[in-house]
C-alpha cells in the first residue's frame, strides 16, 4: 500500500519536538474555544492566521487541524454542564448529556462524548489516508466546467439545505459574494467596486472577513446580551471518568453508527456537522423506542454517543475533502484553505502531487492530535469544566484585543480596521437576526473560483451553456444538489405539518 | 407584534435594508467599471448584474418573510401574556428586540476609539484602551482589574508577536524612549 508508506513517512516527519509542540498546542487551544460558548474552531483558526507569516506551513497547518477538532472535543462539556452548547455541533448531545449530567453522571458524559469523538475521528482520519489519493486522482480530470458544478453545490447546500431558513442562508450568501467581488479582476486587470480607492485594489483580505463576522460580531452580540437573566449554573463533573463495562458496551454500537452516519457528510459540502449529529441523535431516538424501557429523555448514553462520534468523522471527512478536492465544507474548513493559500499552496488534486510531504505530514497529524486530544479531555474535563468560570467580560475584552491585532497583523493599515468595525457591526445584525455567518465565508472563499470558472468555461466553448452540464460528475454533482433540496423541502413540509398537530 | 421573535421584527427589516444597499453599491459599481480591454459577453459585469440581481430579490423575499402575518405570534392572547412567561415553549427573552444599546455602543465605541488613537499612542496602550471599553460594556466596573488585565494581554500580544515572531505593531510614542 503506497498510502502506508507515505503516511508512515509523514509521521517520521512530525514526530519531532517541535511539531509535537504545535499538535499539543493546536489540540489545547481547540478544546478551550470549543469549551467556551459563543467561540468556535472557525473563530480561533481565524485569528491565529497571522502567524501564517512566520511559522512553516506543516507547523502552523498542524496546529489549525489540531484546533479544529479539539473545538469539536471541548464544544460538549459546557453544553453537558451548563446546557448552553458551546457550538451549533454540540446541540443534539446536549439533550441526553446534560440529563446525565442532572442525575450525577456528568464525569461519564464527557467521557462518552470524548471516546466518541476520537473514535469518529480516528474512523475518519483512516478513511482519509486511503480515498484521498482516490479522490484527487478523479479531481484531476476536473476542468472550470466541474468547479463551477462543486461552487454551486456548497452554495446552496450550506445557505438553503443547512440554515433553518432558507431565504437567511442566501442572503448571508449573497453578501458573501459581494465583499468577494471587491478588488481588481485577476483575468482582465479591471478593478472592481474600489473607486479609485487604492487600499481596495486587492479586495478584502478573507482574514478581515473571518476575524470580524466571528470574533467581533460575537463581542458585540455578547454587549447586546448584558442585563439580560441568561446565567446558568453549571453542574461540576465529579467521580469516575472512566465507562463501566455495562456502559462502553451500551455505548459502542452508537459510537460505531454516529461515525457511520458522519463520515459521508464531510466529503459532501453540507456545511459542517450539523445534520449529521441531528441524524445520528435522530436514529439512537428511534432505535431506544424500540426497546421495552426507553431511556431517551432520562440521560440516555446512546444519545451522547452517536451525535458527539458523527461530529468528528464529519470534521475528518471534510478535511480529506478539503486536501483533495480542494473543497471547504464547513466555515472552519473554509477560513483553513484560506490559511493553504497564504503559503501559495491551492488544496485541491494537484496539492499531492506539488506538496506530498506536507499532505501526509498533516494526515499523520491528524492521528497524533485525536491521541493528544483524548489524553485531554477524559482526565481532565474537571480542570477544562473550569474555564466556564472565566468572567465574560475579561474574556470577550481579551477576544476583542486578538482581533484588532488578527487584523492589524494581517495588512499593517487602518483602513482594514475600519472595515473590521463595519462588518463586525454587520456581524452582530446578522447575529440579533438570525443570519448565518457561514455561508458568508463559504462564498468569499469560492465566490471567485465560481466565477472564473463559469467565465473560463464560457470562453472556451463560444459561450454555449450546455457545457455546463457536458460531463457525467457535473451531471451527478446537480442531480445530488436537486435530491438535496428536495429533501430538505419535504423535511421542512413534514415538521410543519407534524408542528401543526 | 411584540410576541415576535427577534427575527420577525420590525427590527429584523435591517437587514434586507443592507441587501437592498449591496445591490444599489453592485449596480453603480458595475455601470461605471472601466472595464479593461474586450470584456466579452462573460466579462468581469456578469458576476456582479448576477449577484445583484441575488441581492434584490433576496432582499425583497425577506421583507416579505419578516412582514407577513403570523397568526402563531401576532394572536390577542400572545400580546396579554407579553411580560409573564409565554406558552410558546421556547424560554426566550420576553422582548424580541432586547438590545442593550449602551452596551452596543461602548464597546462600537472603544473599536473606533482604538483605531482613531493606535497611530499615536501604540499598540500596548491603545489595545489597553480597547479591552477595558469592552470590558465596561459587559458590565465590569472593576477598573483597576481590567485595566491591569488589559495591559497584561496587550503587552503579553507585544512579546510574543513582536518580539518573539516579528510581526510589527505601532509602538506610539512610547517607542520613543
Given at each position: 500500500m503506497e498510502q502506508l508508506s507515505n503516511l508512515l513517512g509523514g509521521f517520521a516527519d512530525i514526530l519531532s519536538p517541535s511539531a509535537l509542540l504545535f499538535v499539543f498546542l493546536g489540540a489545547l487551544m481547540g478544546t478551550a474555544v470549543g469549551v467556551l460558548p459563543g467561540l468556535g474552531s472557525a473563530m480561533a483558526v481565524a485569528l491565529l492566521l497571522p502567524l501564517t507569516f512566520v511559522l512553516d506551513p506543516t507547523s502552523a497547518l498542524i496546529m489549525f487541524t489540531g484546533i479544529y477538532f479539539g473545538g469539536l472535543f471541548g464544544d460538549s462539556i459546557a453544553g453537558f454542564l451548563m446546557?448552553?452548547?458551546?457550538?451549533?455541533?454540540a446541540i443534539a448531545s446536549t439533550f441526553e448529556g446534560h440529563r446525565m449530567a442532572l442525575r450525577g453522571k456528568a464525569a461519564q458524559a464527557l467521557a462518552t462524548g470524548a471516546i466518541g469523538a476520537f473514535i469518529g475521528g480516528m474512523a475518519a482520519s483512516a478513511l482519509v489516508v486511503f480515498f484521498a489519493p482516490m479522490l484527487a486522482q478523479l479531481a484531476t480530470g476536473f476542468g472550470p466546467a466541474e468547479f463551477l458544478a462543486l461552487a454551486v453545490f456548497a452554495f446552496v447546500a450550506i445557505s438553503a439545505v443547512v440554515a433553518d431558513s432558507a431565504i437567511r442562508g442566501v442572503a448571508a450568501l449573497a453578501i458573501g459574494l459581494t465583499l468577494a467581488l471587491i478588488g481588481i479582476d485577476q483575468p482582465s486587470g479591471s478593478p472592481r467596486f474600489s473607486f479609485g480607492f487604492s487600499p481596495l485594489l486587492d479586495g478584502i483580505s478573507i482574514v478581515v472577513i473571518t476575524v470580524s463576522l466571528l470574533a467581533l460580531g460575537e463581542v458585540f452580540s455578547q454587549a447586546a446580551k448584558v442585563?439580560?437573566?441568561?446565567?446558568t449554573k453549571a453542574v461540576m463533573p465529579t467521580g469516575r471518568w472512566w465507562l463501566s463495562r455495562a456502559e462502553f458496551r451500551q455505548a459502542l454500537p452508537a459510537w460505531l453508527r454516529g461515525t457511520a452516519i458522519g463520515v459521508p457528510f464531510g466529503v459532501i459540502p453540507a456545511g459542517g456537522a450539523e445534520v449529521p449529529t441531528f441524524l445520528a441523535y435522530g436514529t439512537e431516538r428511534r432505535l431506544d423506542?424500540?426497546?421495552?424501557?426507553?431511556?431517551f429523555g432520562k440521560g440516555a448514553i446512546e444519545g451522547v454517543a452517536a451525535p458527539e462520534a458523527a461530529g468528528n468523522a464529519t470534521a475528518g471527512t471534510a478535511m480529506g475533502a478539503l486536501l483533495?478536492?480542494?473543497?471547504?465544507?464547513?466555515a472552519t474548513a473554509a477560513i483553513l484553505l484560506a490559511a493553504f493559500q497564504q503559503y501559495g499552496l491551492q488544496p485541491g488534486p494537484l496539492l499531492l502531487e506539488r506538496s506530498g510531504d506536507i499532505v501526509w505530514a498533516l494526515l499523520a497529524g491528524f492521528f497524533l492530535a485525536m491521541i493528544v486530544l483524548l489524553i485531554l479531555n477524559l482526565p481532565f474535563a474537571p480542570l477544562w469544566a473550569q474555564l466556564l468560570r472565566v468572567p465574560k467580560s475579561y474574556l470577550y475584552a481579551g477576544i476583542a484585543v486578538f482581533a484588532a491585532f488578527g487584523v492589524y497583523a494581517a495588512g499593517a493599515s487602518t483602513v482594514d480596521l475600519v472595515i473590521m468595525l463595519v462588518l463586525g457591526v454587520l456581524g452582530l445584525a446578522m447575529r440579533l437576526y438570525d443570519i448565518p455567518v457561514a455561508p458568508v465565508l463559504i462564498a468569499v472563499i469560492l465566490g471567485p473560483l465560481a466565477e472564473y470558472s463559469l467565465r473560463d468555461a464560457m470562453g472556451n466553448s463560444d459561450n454555449d451553456p450546455a457545457v455546463l452540464v457536458s460531463s457525467p460528475i457535473t451531471v451527478v454533482l446537480y442531480l445530488l444538489l436537486a435530491a438535496g433540496v428536495a429533501w430538505t423541502a419535504w423535511r421542512r413540509f413534514a415538521e410543519k405539518q407534524a408542528a401543526d398537530v | 407584534m411584540s410576541g415576535r421573535p427577534a427575527h420577525l421584527s420590525r427590527g429584523a427589516l435591517v437587514v434586507p435594508a443592507i441587501l437592498a444597499g449591496l445591490g444599489i453599491f453592485l449596480v453603480y459599481g458595475t455601470v461605471t467599471m472601466e472595464v479593461v480591454?474586450?470584456?466579452?459577453?462573460?466579462?468581469?459585469t456578469t458576476m456582479p448584474w448576477i449577484v445583484a440581481v441575488l441581492c434584490f430579490v433576496v432582499a425583497a423575499l425577506l421583507a416579505f418573510d419578516i412582514l407577513r402575518p403570523r397568526p402563531e405570534y401576532d394572536t390577542p392572547a400572545a400580546g396579554a401574556a407579553d411580560g409573564s412567561a409565554g406558552d410558546s415553549g421556547e424560554a426566550g427573552?420576553?422582548?424580541?428586540?432586547?438590545?442593550n444599546v449602551p452596551a452596543v455602543l461602548t464597546a462600537v465605541g472603544g473599536v473606533a476609539g482604538f483605531i482613531i488613537v493606535l497611530p499615536f499612542l501604540g499598540w500596548i496602550l491603545s489595545a489597553t484602551g480597547l479591552f477595558t471599553a469592552v470590558a465596561v460594556a459587559l458590565g465590569n466596573r472593576r477598573w483597576p482589574g481590567i485595566v491591569l488585565g488589559g495591559l497584561a494581554v496587550s503587552s503579553a500580544v507585544q512579546v510574543v508577536f513582536s518580539a518573539l515572531l516579528g510581526i510589527s505593531l505601532p509602538s506610539g510614542f512610547v517607542g520613543g524612549f
Open positions: 446546557n448552553t452548547p458551546g457550538n451549533s455541533t442585563g439580560r437573566a441568561q446565567d423506542r424500540r426497546k421495552p424501557e426507553p431511556t483533495a478536492l480542494g473543497l471547504p465544507t464547513s | 480591454g474586450d470584456g466579452g459577453l462573460f466579462g468581469p427573552p420576553a422582548a424580541p428586540d432586547g438590545v
